[in-house]
């Protein structure tokens, strides 16, 4: 598992401002962490995938924290185990990863 919470590059900003493509919505959603429930933590992780040619996602950086590490790993550690892609088109040598945004609202019942 790959997790990264470092800056962003100058080239992957400028491909995020040039349109990363975005995910469709995720059918199913990540279990809200118990420590950020009692915690009473809510936001928005801003999460940036890396997918191999076949399709499974082999890295996550947080590009929009929701203010708690919890909130933020557990976007990330759920995209890593439950997110998949299809496989490159060309999945011959010319075939290479491709990027992914999604964003994961934490939003406590009232």
């Avoid at 995020?16 to 995720?26: A, F, H, T, Y």
Wanted: aromatic share 8%; with cysteine.
């Amino acid at each position: 598992m790959f997790l990264d919470y470092e800056p962003l590059t100058a080239e992957e900003e400028a491909r995020i401002e040039q349109g990363v493509p975005s995910m469709k919505p995720l059918a199913v959603t990540p279990k809200y962490p118990y420590e950020a429930i009692r915690e009473k933590s809510q936001g928005k992780t801003g999460v940036l995938l890396g997918v191999g040619v076949d399709g499974s996602v082999l890295s996550c950086r947080v590009v929009q924290s929701a203010g708690n590490v919890v909130l933020d790993a557990e976007g990330c550690r759920f995209a890593l185990k439950n997110v998949s892609f299809d496989p490159a088109e060309d999945a011959g040598l010319g075939a290479s990863r491709r990027s992914y945004t999604t964003v994961f609202n934490w939003v406590l019942d009232k």
